[in-house]
């Protein structure tokens, strides 16, 4: 008959046995997850003066140090790969300009903002945004359908917010729209003039983002005296 000093050393194995289990799970989606990044922060470090389309995914499985056949454990394809450094790039973006429209933001003013929102993502990311802007017309499909998705739910989430700010101004659908996407457009331009800016000269910085602001500035008012066609 087994004692209860018995059961429970018994027991006290098993609860070690799981607890190693639960721990070994663990490191390895740690490790895991380590390999992930790595394997995309290499791929933006190659294509820091190339396209993404150049890469092979022997070259990017042996700058991160992995065998080819590993890769797969990760990406299904170099193209999967470059659409997640999409998402990886935007979706922060655009999650903290939403918070920022949305009177979340500590300044109070949406336009000067979500200027330094995007200035401070630029230059904390700016091989992310050079892969974005490179990409974009790249020869990627996949990636290119990302960023164009991407651009859209920006766009789309612009609307939603122009649409409560219009309220009595009798807008059309289309007309929001078309505002938004001037919005979007004019915050390109300033991600890509952001990336030619010397470091060594902050006030070239400064002035973009001043012309930002302005230009933001001049699409408000534009729409408070645009009227939608009957």
Known sequence: ?????????????????????????????????????????VTLKLIEQRSLASLSLREVAREAGIVPTAFYRHFASIDEL????????MRPLRQMIREARRGQ??????????????????RAHPNQFRFLTRERYGGV???????????????????????????????TSDD??????LMVAAMLGTVMELLEVDDRHPEDAEFVLDRAQRQLRLIVLGMGEWRSKP
């Open 1 to 41: 008959m087994a004692t209860g000093r018995g059961r429970a050393e018994r027991t006290s194995v098993h609860d070690a046995d799981d607890a190693g289990s639960v721990s070994e799970a663990g490191s390895r989606a740690e490790r895991k997850e380590q390999t992930r990044r790595r394997l995309l922060a």
């Open 176 to 181: 929001l729209e078309m505002a938004a996407g």
């Open 105 to 122: 933001a500590a300044h109070g003013d949406i336009i000067v903002d979500t200027v330094a929102i995007l200035a401070r993502q630029v």
């Open 82 to 89: 470059g659409v997640e450094l999409v998402d990886e790039a």
């Open 141 to 171: 499909a996949g990636v290119r359908r990302g960023i164009a998705t991407e651009l859209r739910l920006f766009t789309s989430d612009l609307t939603v917010d122009l649409s409560r700010l219009t309220v009595g101004l009798d807008w």
